[in-house]
């Protein structure tokens, strides 16, 4: 599958030809998994490569590809879907600092799911409200305030935790952390969330539909629309001799245009 190739974060848009003749509808799902690249720092018990490696800074430098993955999957999802977003680490940064952001970004569109009551035989411990970031050299700082200006371009306040009012009504204990020890495992992250709404920047986005079926057959057009570039508005009898020359081959390519158009998914 090409799409699984794809950045994550400019994930395309599929389409369906839509009951309205000539248009064409965006997919929305119902299930998605944003199973982000991360550290891997829960995955060292058994990938020795990863201790040759890591660096305490490696989740400071992942944080704003997960934010961009995480905004672009609740962008696919359908209101009412579930979206699960996971990592294999245990950096707060890389987890509930990221959760926490699109939440707050959301304006209420997005919310945690509670589901303590699935899955019950799996060992887990719940997400946390606090946390320090580290810098490069090593300086930990627990708010952004804190940060020195020349750490800024580094050290994002999305990284750092909420305030204690937005901690609670996010519920970011409703996240799971499950620790190697105990059930003899990697270590990993899961929050599950839930969308309310569209998010606040997808309505800003949100485009007129486009047409699905292509354009007129140029001898529909009328005598000045014939004679005219779309582009430069230009004069083009030079080309009508080739451009009538061209018709059989676009009468030949009628059926393979077709053939696409009817196609179930679409790409922007």
């Known amino acids: 599958n090409r799409s699984s190739d794809l950045d994550a974060t400019i994930f395309p848009n599929f389409y369906l030809e839509s009951a309205t003749v000539g248009r064409k509808q965006k997919v929305q799902f119902d299930r998605i998994l944003c199973d982000v690249p991360c550290s891997g720092d829960g995955t060292l018990r058994k ?9 305490p800074t490696l989740g400071t430098q992942m944080h704003k590809l997960q934010q961009r993955i ?17 990592t294999c680490s245990l950096n707060p940064v890389e987890n509930e600092a990221v959760v926490a952001s699109v939440l707050k ?22 997400g946390v409200h606090m946390w320090k970031v580290m810098s490069k050299s090593g300086q930990w700082f627990s708010s952004y305030s804190d940060v020195p200006d020349s750490l ?24 799971i952390r499950i620790l190697p020890h105990q059930q003899n495992t990697g270590g990993f992250f899961i929050a599950v969330l839930t969308k309310n709404r569209p998010v606040p920047w997808q309505r800003q986005k949100e485009k007129k539909p486009t047409l699905l079926l292509p354009p007129p057959p140029p001898s529909s057009l009328t005598k000045e629309e014939d004679n005219v570039d779309v582009v430069g508005k230009a004069p083009l009898q030079e080309e009508k001799k080739e451009d009538e020359k061209d018709m059989s081959d676009e009468e030949t390519c009628s059926k393979s245009r077709k053939k696409k158009l009817s196609q179930l998914c679409y790409r922007d």
């Not at 990938?47 to 490696?53: A, D, I, T």
């Open 47 to 55: 990938n020795l490569v990863l201790w040759k490696r890591w660096v």
């Open 105 to 126: 970004m959301s304006q209420g569109a997005m919310e945690l799911l509670d589901i303590s009551g699935e899955l019950t035989e799996l060992k887990r411990s719940g």
């Open 152 to 175: 800024k371009s580094h050290l994002l306040p999305s990284m750092f935790p909420l305030s204690s009012d937005d901690s609670t009504s996010y519920h970011l204990d409703r996240c």
């Open 70 to 86: 995480l905004c672009r999957g609740i962008e696919m999802l359908a209101v009412g879907g579930r979206l699960v977003y996971s």
